[in-house]
């Protein structure tokens, strides 16, 4: 006679985050269908599967914008401003093989994944099979095969797709994955100092006749907005505007040089915008105006950028410096709050990226969620009523143990589920250093 499966999977920890506030003595409860039933105190006689003693819960966190197989590229031009940089990365590109790729992304899956990233915004080369190894990870992602023009080949080494090929690619992988939980496909015309205003045009009606988002590059540099008001005598959002993008969904990333009228269009026009605190300070880039964001209501999400100009996949640095960063550039403390980037990283970014049906520990949702041990020295004392300050400005990435994704179980105490990571690391790490020695040959 077989048993009969449980119905429910119960979390019980020391504290876990919700949108109400932390919660102490926690338990977070889903069915089989990965979809939360309870979240609150623990409740008497109710049996545990994972008793997570000295442990905290908290929504799966959120990469807004990221290029993950750019893992190969960790650590190339550290000391270069964004052109520069660009032209340094652009080159070692030109090297990259389909494997590379693969080998790539499976290398940001694991390191997003041990570091508490269950959901991410990518835009890259991405065909079917990619998309699968995600999937197959049970990670979320929405994904944006980059373009740059109709006739421009932009990743050569991997595959043959012009512009045009990669838009008809993605309008293909966007039937073929419709209705998805764990995929989104979006266009992903690289930038508008890169890309033609007649292709960008196209794009936009394709966006909206087909409802397909947009996936972008908008004002990361103050070089880039100097090159787009030289040929268009516009701001890039003026001319993004003009050209009808925002008549789509848009995910707009870095948004470092937004004008006031720009956060104004953004807002009127449900623009998603994305903060890559880390990457912007790196490449020397500047700040993006968060405070400004916040107060006109735009839709926000945080993000990494790729490893190359970053060198972590770890959302956590970025919730820290997205508090701090604006306090010390503003000498305002209050300016903005922990809880409130928290959000971004969490629900904001799961709704600016279309996975609404995550982001929060609360009834009715999809179980994302990330158990992180708080038993280490950097949470020494731990208060549950103090769980925002810890998440926001001591937690970090290697503290996550656990990761379930709609309540699949996907790193289980420090080790991956559905993820070979010793293999990835080495076939990465292989790739990396024949793609080094290919470009200095």
Known sequence: M???QPTETVLRADAMLTPEGPVANAELAFDANGRISYAGEARPGVAASHE??????MPGLVNGHTHSAMTLLRGVSDDEGFMPWLAAVQALEQHLGHEDVVAGLELALVEMIETGTTAFADMYHWDEMLIERVRASGMRALVAPASFAPETVGFPGVSPWTGADATAETERLAERFRGDPQIRVAYGPHAPYTCPPEFLRELAVRAVERGIPIHTHVSESAAEVEQIRERYGATPGEHLDALGLFAAEVLAAHCVHLTPGEISLFARTGTAVIHNPVSNLKLGCGIAPLPEWQRAGLRVSLGTDSVASN??????????????????????????RAADVLDIATRGGAAAIGFAETGALEVGRLADVIALDVTGSAATPFDPAALVSHLGFAARGADVRHVFIGGRHVYADGAHLTLDAAAIRERAAAAAARLRAQAAA
């Not at 996949?313 to 903005?336: C, P, S, Y």
């Open 52 to 57: 997570l003693t000295g442990h905290v819960l």
């Open 2 to 4: 077989s048993r009969e």
């Open 311 to 336: 060198n972590s996949l770890d959302l956590f640095e970025e919730i820290k410096t997205a508090t701090i960063l604006h306090r010390g550039a503003r000498q305002d403390a209050a300016i903005v």
